[in-house]
């Protein structure tokens, strides 16, 4: 449904007294997948890796510097720039900080209408109809729709933001950090029914998150990002298993276990890998740090190494 | 107890902090009693709004007291902290008892170099000279894991990664070498990567230096990997109180047993993951009167808590408030 080619994003370095571009950071660089129909792929990386920029992309925020993006057959980036395409329809998104994502002086009728007055001709009653429904997908009350966003909670808000995102039934989700400003229980909560909802409606997300357990729980398959780069992309078991390059393995070792008795355990585990990681750098990293293509190892497993 | 016999460090009795809302207190830490033994790791676990850094922050009453109020007992080595003068205070504060924040960023000096930023505690509590303060800048910088303190003594805070500003802030902390540091969430900021690191360093300082810590939480991998002991907060109050071991091993309180099953394990692909009914209650409409975890259990009918909620002892050293753990069950769909 969704393919993105060698995309490469970089922005400018401007420098000198007349501002001149003296270089790029290269926040993309060359980054190859696709989504099918009812997929969840998951996209993880510690910060500055590029995966939120990834999702940007998807969404015609940034500009590309390479490669193209294609959404059922067609181009993306001839919509950018275009308010009332039907691509702006099938393609929404979620955001990690959702107080800041709601306008803090519309009502939440407001804001879950707002895409359903850009693109639909909908008589006042019929709009709050489907607001209700939306918020009651969400499992949340029509009584709440006439509140404004700071009345909520920090777990109802982001809930509403998702009712806003399937307000106009898109096909897929770019969910960016979309439970890690949420407390635990609250966690658990929008992770329900962001689920329930993709099975209601056939959704595929893109999950960009650096909670590798939020991830694990809701994907299917998994990009670990490193500099720009995928340096893993597999199914769920390949990842957790199996993990073949050394950053991926970096990251699992990092995951606190549960178990106080396994401390000593996971405290050595992790220095052997940091060892490790020093030690075989280069078998995954080029010279100037850049991470290799990524090579098949079987089916869904794909590892960038020499 | 065995550990009875060991003289705490620092304890907490009936300790309760409030803060103004429109004219009123309403107390936010409600009750709670802790002792914290020398050379401990002592996890407080909680959400946002149970308590856990208010409680935090009035051990070395950095609370603005123009709209809060602290009553109860902090006892560290047979004073009451809460009734020193601001002198008395500054002498200990920062020397015996230091703390480590959450944002490195802005708990350091963005206008001094990292360097003078860790000697200015030195300044403050001890007689050294210059060379002496810098030796021992140089040296803390080494011991939190920077490979080249000298580049680092010079640097200013922007210069520093996240995961290096935090080691600054943890050399600011160890600088005399204090008794018991209290870390309100030391590693939130940081990525995946960082924070095992991070934890690795502070397990091993905590080790090497023999000092408590005080690690306020909302993660439970985190109480995991670092605590020997566990307060579990809601709502103000110590809802449970074991060892780490006890914690995660059988876990009482229905508020932990939700907690825990709340997690998205790295290691189950269970579908659901069980969410807990209702949200934390503000400040204001905290409820006051029995167990305060009740109405987010609906299905557990009032018979089984207690009216006046109580600690009782599963087994030596492991503390839950409430009957009703004892007939918790999940709810059924």
Redesign the interface.
């Known amino acids: 449904m969704l393919e993105v080619k060698d995309l490469k994003i970089y922005y400018p370095i401007r420098g000198g007294i007349l501002g001149r571009v003296v270089d790029y950071v290269r926040a993309v660089d060359g980054v190859t997948f696709t989504v099918e129909p009812r997929q969840t792929i998951g996209l993880v990386g510690?910060?500055g890796s590029g995966k939120s920029t990834i999702g940007k992309a998807i969404l015609g925020l940034v500009p590309l510097a390479g490669g193209s993006i294609h959404f059922n057959g067609e181009d993306i980036t001839k919509h950018i720039g275009k308010n009332r395409s039907p691509y702006r329809k099938s393609v929404q998104m979620i955001f990690q900080d959702v107080l800041s994502s709601l306008n803090s002086k519309k009502r939440v009728l407001d804001v879950i209408a707002e895409p359903l007055r850009n693109f639909e001709n909908m008589t006042k009653a019929e709009e709050r109809k489907r607001v209700d429904e939306l918020l009651s997908i969400v499992g949340m009350s029509p009584d709440n729709a006439l509140k404004y966003p700071h009345e909520f909670?920090g777990?109802?808000r982001q809930r509403i933001g998702v009712a806003r995102a399937i307000a106009l039934r898109p096909k897929l989700i770019v969910a960016d950090e979309p439970v890690s400003a949420l407390?635990?229980?609250?966690?658990?909560?929008v992770?329900?029914y962001m689920?329930d909802v993709q099975e209601e409606m056939g959704l595929s997300y893109l999950f960009i998150s650096?909670?590798?357990?939020?991830v694990?729980?809701?994907c299917e398959y998994l990009a670990i990002m490193h500099n720009g780069r995928f340096v893993e992309f597999g199914s769920?078991k390949d990842i957790?298993s199996d993990p073949v390059h050394i950053y991926t393995r970096?990251?699992i070792?990092?995951?606190?276990?549960?178990?106080?008795?396994d401390?000593e355990k996971?405290?050595q585990q992790?220095d052997i890998i940091s060892r490790e990681y020093t030690e075989r750098y280069k078998d995954f990293y080029q010279e100037n740090g850049k991470v290799y293509d990524l090579k098949k190892r079987n089916e869904t497993h794909y590892v960038a190494t020499l | 107890m065995e550990e009875k016999q060991e003289k705490a460090l620092i304890s907490l009795r009936n300790l309760q902090v409030s803060f103004k809302i429109e004219g009123q207190y309403y107390n936010a830490v409600d009750g709670v009693d802790l002792e914290i033994m020398p050379n401990e790791v002592f996890a407080i676990v909680g959400e946002s709004g149970s308590g856990k850094t208010a409680l935090a922050l009035s051990i070395s009453r950095l609370h603005n007291m123009n709209y809060t109020r602290i009553s109860g007992h902090i006892l560290y080595n047979d004073e009451n902290l809460l009734e020193l003068s601001e002198r008395r205070l500054n002498k200990i504060r920062g020397a015996d008892i230091s703390m480590i924040f959450q944002d490195p960023l802005t708990s350091l000096n963005p206008l001094i170099r990292v360097g003078p930023q860790i000697e200015e505690t030195l300044v403050y509590h001890t007689n050294m000279n210059k060379t002496q303060k810098k030796e021992r800048a140089l040296e803390l910088l080494n011991q939190v894991g920077i490979r080249n303190p000298d580049v680092t003594y010079q640097s200013y805070p922007h210069e520093l990664s996240g995961g290096m500003r935090q080691r600054a802030v943890i050399a600011v902390a160890l600088a005399c070498k204090p008794s018991l540091v209290i870390a309100d969430e030391p590693t939130t900021a940081l990525d995946v990567t960082l924070q095992a690191q991070i934890l690795d360093l502070l397990r091993a300082l905590q080790r090497e230096m023999q000092s408590s810590v005080i690690l306020i939480t909302h993660d439970l991998g985190v109480v995991a990997e670092m605590a020997t002991r566990v307060a579990v907060m809601y709502a103000g109050q110590i809802v449970e109180m074991a060892s780490a071991q006890q914690l995660f091993k059988n876990p009482r309180h229905p508020y932990t047993r939700s907690l825990l099953a709340s997690i998205p394990h790295a290691d189950s692909e269970n579908d659901r993951l069980n969410a807990i009914k209702g949200i934390v209650p503000t400040l204001k409409y905290l409820p006051r009167q029995g167990c305060r975890f009740s109405h987010r259990t609906p299905w557990i009918p009032q018979s089984e808590h207690e009216a006046d909620p109580k600690y009782h002892e599963v087994s030596p050293g492991h503390k839950v408030m409430c009957t009703c753990h004892e007939t918790f069950r999940f709810e059924t769909a």
Do not use: F, T, W
């Open positions: 510690e910060s909670s777990g109802q407390d635990l229980s609250i966690q658990a909560q992770l329900n689920k650096h909670d590798l357990g939020v694990k729980h809701m769920r957790y970096k990251l070792a990092s995951i606190p276990s549960m178990d106080p008795d401390r996971n405290e992790r």
